[in-house]
């Protein structure tokens, strides 16, 4: 066995708080990088040594060359096994279900999620835990002191194996299993779905479009919808995984899903349309003609989550990351069910999940997700849609007016700035916060204002508090702007400003978002003195 000094001293880590690192790729695949933070997560989670492990990512560029490298480094660690997708793909929820079915010690996902791929774009990699889910706050702790102080790491100096097919290989003494990254999951989303009604659906003449943006869910969407529930060929469009994912942002959204979107708002658009990320976990909805935030369809989700035979028994609670609007509680006041607020990122829901409080967890960019996983699970959200617009025999656009009817709508958008220098992004957050106190009682954008604070999240299960989890002001007439910084950008900062305002049951649910938020813009404009800061006001992106 080969032990590897690194040349370089202590190694940036990754933002701590994360439960991954995301880089440009040039500087993942610069000698030692990737290595460096694999070490380091073995020695976060106290050794490898006769451990068992699932591996694999969404298929771009560098995911093959650090599958190899990652094996190498498992073996020489000590590590028992490791389930590796076939051609190193797997889906974040895939890696997620093979943990917990398997019963592993954990799993590593390759992917910088709905980042750019390529050379000259970005690469990830997230460490998952035992449970299925993102390592936890304890864990991303470790593993980014052990990034800081990190002096060496263990690796074999063995040639690549061959994970073009399916069967198993060992890496010195480490056995490699290598198994078809679609089987299991399918088999977990029949035990969810009906999958008969569904294909019934389908039988009956309902057309659906979904886009897969050239990412890991191509293989998983063709083999469901096509070819188990006999969407006709051709539904599922942009089906194979690229490196560059043909040039495009594997981001699910009207921004960057747009043709979809032309599509689903054009005289021939199909009945139903949906996209995923980079790596599967996220998932965009749409119907004809009408977009479905992803904070309303968690909301549509929970209402009728029971017309699937994975649900009938109803949900324990419903929980929501913190900027995701509150069209969630509505239901879930409704229902008489718990609700659960947490800090932006899937590993806070693990917990709640583990503990049986809730059955459904939603995020606004576009994750949402149920205690089958423990990650957000683009493609299972597709399914459940599906399933309930099986059942209820309805469009997108008759069920959102519905639920709009029955528990009012909430406006949504965020708005995101990005490459701010990270200066100025820290000048406008200080500022803001520093004033925090005083706004209650004042006024801004022609709104009263009710309150404001900064987020901390209390952990109801293992009692631990994450503080500085975003800016928060509410105002009279039931709205809400929230303002954070991201932790997944690789280019300066990304001012994330959230905006929302509810219109009660028989207020106008028919005005356009921006029209809708427009006094919430102007004030978090005027209250953050954004031109002065950033230089601008005008945002990169809306979603
Ligand atoms: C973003 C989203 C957040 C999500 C995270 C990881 O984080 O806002 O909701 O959990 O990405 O998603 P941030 O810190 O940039 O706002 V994924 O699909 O990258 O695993
Ligand atoms: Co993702």
Not at 75 to 93: D, E, Y
Not at 155 to 176: E, K, N, R, Y
Not at 457 to 478: C, K, T
Request: hydrophobic share 40%; with cysteine.
């Amino acid at each position: 066995m080969d032990i590897q000094t690194i040349s370089k001293g202590p190694f940036e880590g990754q933002k701590p708080g994360t439960s991954g690192l995301r880089k440009k790729t040039r500087v993942f695949m610069e000698p030692g990088y990737l290595e460096c933070f694999v070490q380091a997560t073995f020695n976060a989670i106290g050794g490898a040594e006769g451990k068992t492990f699932v591996m694999g990512g969404d298929g771009r560029y560098f995911n093959r060359p650090a599958i190899q490298t990652m094996l190498r480094m498992a073996a020489a660690n000590g590590a028992a096994k490791v389930i590796v997708g076939q051609g190193g793909l797997l889906s974040t929820p895939a890696v997620s279900n093979l943990i917990r079915q398997r019963s592993t010690d954990g799993g590593f996902v390759l992917s910088a999620s709905h980042n750019p791929g390529g050379i000259d774009a970005d690469f990830g990699v997230k460490y998952n835990v035992a449970n299925g889910g993102p390592a936890p706050e304890n864990i991303t702790q470790a593993m980014f002191e052990q990034t800081q102080s990190i002096a060496a790491y263990y690796t074999l100096d063995t040639a690549d194996i061959d994970l073009s097919a399916v069967g198993t290989a060992t890496v010195g003494p480490m056995t490699v299993e290598i198994v078809d990254p679609v089987t299991d999951y399918q088999a977990l989303m029949e035990t969810l779905f009906d999958f008969g009604k569904i294909r019934a659906l389908f039988e009956g003449g309902f057309t659906m479009r979904f886009d897969a943006m050239h990412a890991v869910t191509g293989p998983y969407a063709t083999a469901i919808l096509e070819e188990t529930l006999g969407a006709p060929a051709g539904t599922v469009i942009n089906a194979v995984p690229s490196e560059d994912f043909g040039k495009g942002h594997p981001d699910p959204n009207p921004v960057w899903a747009k043709t979809l979107m032309d599509e689903m708002m054009s005289d021939t658009a199909p009945d139903f349309g949906a996209a995923s990320d980079g790596d599967g976990d996220r998932n965009m909805i749409v119907g004809r003609g009408i977009y479905v935030t992803p904070s309303d369809s968690l909301a549509v989700l929970a209402a009728n989550a029971q017309l699937a035979p994975g649900y009938t028994g109803g949900l324990s609670g419903v929980a929501r990351s913190m900027p995701t609007s509150a069209a969630a509680d509505k239901v879930a006041e409704h229902l008489g069910l718990a609700a659960f607020e947490t800090p932006t990122g899937w590993k806070f829901f693990g917990n709640l999940l583990d503990a049986g409080k809730v059955t459904l967890c939603g995020e606004e960019s576009a994750g949402t997700g149920s205690d089958h996983v423990r990650e957000k699970d683009g493609l299972w959200a597709v399914l459940l849609w599906l399933n309930v617009l099986a059942e209820r025999d309805q469009s997108v656009a008759e069920i959102l007016t519905d639920h709009w009817g029955r528990y009012g709508r909430n406006y949504y958008s965020r708005h995101d700035y990005e490459a701010v220098p990270t200066e100025a992004a820290n000048a406008l957050m200080d500022g803001l916060r520093g004033r925090l106190d005083a706004l209650a009682g004042t006024a801004a954008g022609g709104l009263d204002i009710t309150g404001a604070d900064e987020f901390s999240y209390h952990d109801p299960v293992d009692g631990s508090v994450s503080h500085n989890q975003g800016l928060r002001i509410w105002f009279a007439g039931e709205a809400r702007a929230v303002l954070r910084l991201s932790g997944t950008g690789t280019e300066g900062a990304t001012l994330r400003v959230y905006l929302e305002q509810y219109a009660a049951p028989g207020a106008d649910h028919g005005l356009s978002p921006d029209v809708a938020l427009e006094k919430v813009r102007d004030a978090v404009v005027e209250l953050t003195e954004m031109q002065a800061h950033i230089g601008r006001t005008e945002p990169d992106v809306k979603t």
